[in-house]
């Protein structure tokens, strides 16, 4: 079956442009996250979104970061007038559920002009 | 905050050798514990996960290596293949939370 799938895998944008960034997770994965990795850096938590509950958004960077999940399926994530900090390499990844093994994609790849 | 840590940025060995790739960690809560592998331009690669009721767990060619009393936790590679070459994290789970939390990883270079 198909692994967890990201678009665009690589985005180059202004300073002060919104960019949506798309994740499809493995099929019936109910669970969902979202993670930064600077350049030689670890994985930052962004978001995590499991089944129906509302999302644990406690590592959202700012107000300009939102995501959803739309139908438990597909997520976007969103940043509004981006700014050159957010230059990184979005991760989705997804599991069965909390305490299962997470399945990334490849990323995208923000680079902010 | 919470930390999770490697001891060594960088690893080298020679090819058919064993590698032992080491990381620290601070909760004492994390009951979960996964070792990733990421190569260039791709998203991290589940190789083999721990349990914290758990002191050890083999995988093919790899053995996982848990130790609560100084939360420390160990990545071992046997015969270590020019394919191995990649970044490595750990990642800890809290038993209450939702998040993972990774370190900075360690580069592990296979000198053939």
């Known amino acids: 079956g198909a692994g967890v799938s990201q678009s665009p895998s690589n985005k180059v944008t202004e300073k002060g442009k919104d960019v949506e960034l798309r994740c499809d997770p493995i099929?019936?994965?109910?669970?969902l996250y979202w993670y930064r990795q600077s350049l030689g850096q670890g994985l930052e938590f962004l978001i995590y979104?499991?089944?129906?509950?509302?999302?644990?958004k406690s590592g959202l960077p700012s107000d300009r970061f939102s995501a959803e999940r739309t139908g438990g399926s597909v997520s976007t994530l969103t940043i509004q007038r981006t700014q050159q900090e957010d230059s990184a390499v979005y991760l989705c990844?997804?599991?069965?559920?909390?305490?299962?093994?997470?399945?990334f994609g490849d990323g995208t790849r923000l680079s902010i002009l | 905050g919470e930390s999770v840590g490697l001891h060594l940025p960088t690893l080298s060995v020679q090819e058919g050798d064993n590698s032992i790739i080491n990381c620290a960690y601070s909760n004492s809560a994390s009951d979960y514990f996964i070792w990733y592998k990421q190569e260039s331009g791709k998203g991290p690669q589940f190789i083999i996960d721990?349990?914290?009721?758990?002191d050890k767990r083999q995988g093919q060619r790899v053995t996982v290596l848990l130790n609560k009393t100084v939360k420390h936790l160990s990545l071992q590679i046997a015969a270590t293949q020019p394919g191995d070459s990649a970044v490595y994290f750990c990642a800890e789970n809290f038993k209450t939370g939702n998040q993972f939390y990774f370190g900075t990883g360690t580069s592990l270079t296979v000198i053939p």
């Open positions: 990844a997804s599991s069965s559920g909390r305490g299962q093994p997470q399945h």
């Open positions: 721990i349990r914290s009721n758990m």
């Open positions: 979104f499991q089944g129906n509950s509302a999302p644990d």
């Open positions: 099929s019936g994965h109910t669970a």
